[in-house]
């Protein structure tokens, strides 16, 4: 009796599959056309294009008549004093970006654990989390108001406060990069805030309850308790920036920079705009894209791999 | 309460990080405070910098200027028809998309490489170039097209509903279905769609604020300021300060570069995610735990 129910139940399994398989699968296709269509055309033809960074692309010629010139525009671009400027600098502020993005939304995120009062703690995390929905137009609008020398409400309080002469945060090499990094943070560190205090809250409670009865006090447990237990969060999220590490925020340094900070500010991403798009030098600002669209693609996949190895991370 | 929460030195820490905690909220909304109280200040007390976190002389003056700039109007309502259409053509092509890959591969053979073709593009760009050259030949330029498809389709969004689809949906409620003779398009339309509704909220919010937040494809794509949205038009004026691209009087153009209206302008592009926004976290929340989840 129970194998004839298991039997019925196999054929049916089996009909089924077969009938999803044969019938059903071209509308399954089908669903997927429209999707694959819009990603073919918008990201997978601008990578053929890609072919213009070893070309002299000139738009009246079209790819297939413009002169081949092979490497050469890569080997302008390490020759460039402009052009290292630009990586180191995209080095630099991203690297800072990447450190600072980590610290203190795990320093806030444990200070906010120790927060017993829950109104305030969700209040404190809403408030922190606002300005990531805020795009880097309204809040480059707000902080070149607020950090003018010209009666910018910084600098107003800064010179009542210290006696100082007004700084021009956003015209200073000394001083916009630090810019930068400090309104990233302000901008971002809501959001990994909340990752790592999700990944706080599901920590086995009876790990802590079995370290008070061993007399360990808070910072004790912090320690040796709450700290490794983040480790695996720690390592996704530190180790999915590392593909970052060429973008340096375009959106950002575009809404903020100017030519006073060229020297300390320009990116990879903002210099191909101007060079490509503005000056109208596609083929070099192709190669300039690619250059940088090759080291991200392979820190991508490192970063992923990483997180896959050590915190058993997939995306999909 | 716990023993060690009764120490000396943890009622002192206590005292400070709640302290601590108020002040940094308070420096992360602060700038927001000075922009609205500038807004609503008059022009002289803003340009003579009186002006800290409450306004000074209050008046509307700067709000009936921006209202009464008819650019200013259009490219709100530029703004407003992008999020829509952006949003309805996103989540139609990445709904319909995400349930043939939420099936396993036995049931939809070739699943795996569909699944690439869109990873492939998280992994590797063409770039700023390439994409603009694309959108130009196409024909898209000055066209609500630019704005709206280069970006419709997001694999890491599509990647967040397949997993959703895969975890959330019964597989019972599916195979009774099928029993009775369902298709694959009666499938998704009167199982998948209703189960799915927190998820399909969520992807809508996170599409809808980023098509509002938008301004550079604008800024590249458009080459009239009639067709920018708003955030295009705000960068214009108020971070490159380009007055060259509108076509107006010395007199509209004063009112345009006082700090009060510049603030005003800031302040009503901003409204529409400050009033969601409460409501809204608690799906972000959501959304972010959904990217966190593991197959």
């Known amino acids: ?316 | 309460m716990y023993h060690y929460q009764k120490s000396l030195p943890y009622k002192i820490f206590t005292i400070l990080n709640y302290v601590l905690l108020t002040v940094t909220a308070f420096l992360c909304i602060l700038p927001l405070i000075h922009i609205l109280a500038v807004s609503f200040s008059g022009s002289a007390a803003a340009t003579a910098n009186l002006v800290g976190l409450w306004p000074v002389d209050f008046t509307l003056d700067a709000y009936e200027k921006t209202i009464g700039n008819e650019n200013f109007l259009r490219s709100l309502w530029n703004s407003f028809f992008r999020v829509v259409l952006g949003t309805a053509i996103s989540m139609g092509l990445m709904l319909c998309a995400a349930y043939p890959l939420s099936k396993s591969d036995q049931v939809f053979r070739g699943r795996k490489i569909y699944m690439w073709f869109f990873v492939f593009t998280m992994l590797f760009h063409g770039g700023l170039v390439p994409t603009y050259m694309v959108v130009t030949k196409l024909g898209l330029t000055d066209t609500i097209w630019a704005l709206v498809l280069p970006s419709a389709v997001s694999s890491f969004n599509l990647i967040l509903l397949v997993n959703f689809f895969r975890t959330s949906v019964p597989k019972s409620l599916e195979e009774a279905a099928l029993m009775d003779g369902a298709n694959h398009f009666t499938i998704f339309l009167r199982i998948y769609l209703p189960i799915s509704v927190p998820a399909i909220a969520t992807i809508s919010l996170f599409t809808m604020v980023f098509h509002w937040n938008s301004w550079f494809d604008g800024m590249i794509y458009m080459s009239d300021v009639k067709h920018y949205p708003l955030s295009t038009f705000l960068q214009t004026i108020i971070v490159q300060q380009d007055f060259t691209k509108m076509s107006v009087d010395a007199e509209t153009l004063k009112n345009l570069s006082e700090r009060t209206v510049k603030s005003a302008q800031i302040f009503i592009a901003a409204l529409p995610m400050l009033i969601v926004y409460p409501f809204v976290q608690k799906f972000f929340v959501k959304g972010i735990v959904l990217g966190a989840e593991k197959e």
């Open chain 1, 1 to 316: 009796m129970q194998t004839e129910i298991d039997l019925q139940e196999r054929i049916v399994t089996v009909k089924t599959k077969k009938r999803w398989n044969l019938k059903g699968s071209w509308q399954l296709h089908a669903m997927l056309l429209p999707a694959i269509v819009v990603v073919f055309i918008f990201q997978y033809i601008p990578m053929f294009g890609l072919v213009m960074a070893f070309q002299d692309y000139e738009p009246w010629l079209g790819f297939l008549n413009s002169s081949w010139v092979g490497l050469e525009h890569f080997k302008t671009m390490f020759e460039y004093e402009d052009a290292r400027q630009v990586i180191w600098n995209t080095l630099v502020i991203s690297i800072l970006k990447i450190i600072f993005n980590l610290a203190v939304p795990l320093t806030f995120a444990l200070l906010l654990n120790e927060v017993y009062v829950m109104k305030f703690k969700r209040t404190v995390q809403t408030i922190v989390y606002l300005p990531h929905f805020l795009s880097w137009v309204i809040l480059g609008g707000i902080l070149i108001d607020m950090l003018s020398p010209e009666g910018g409400i910084v600098n107003s309080i800064l010179t009542s406060l210290f006696r100082i002469e007004p700084i021009f945060f956003l015209g200073d090499n000394d001083w916009f990069r630090t810019v930068v990094v400090v309104t990233d943070v302000w901008k971002e560190c809501g959001f990994n805030t909340i990752v790592f205090l999700a990944a706080i809250t599901s920590i086995n409670p009876a790990l802590y309850e079995a370290a008070i009865v061993d007399g360990a006090n808070r910072w004790q447990q912090t320690i040796y308790i709450t700290l490794p237990s983040m480790l695996p969060i720690i390592i996704v999220v530190g180790t999915l920036s590392l593909g970052n590490i060429l973008n340096a925020g375009f959106d950002q340094i575009l809404n903020l920079y100017n030519p006073l900070v060229y020297k300390t500010g320009d990116i990879i991403d903002t210099y191909v705009y101007r060079v490509g798009l503005l000056n109208g030098d596609f083929s070099y600002a192709t190669a300039v894209g690619l250059f940088k669209s090759v080291i991200s693609f392979i820190l991508v996949v490192t970063g992923y791999r990483l997180a896959y190895k050590y915190a058993n991370y997939k995306i999909f």
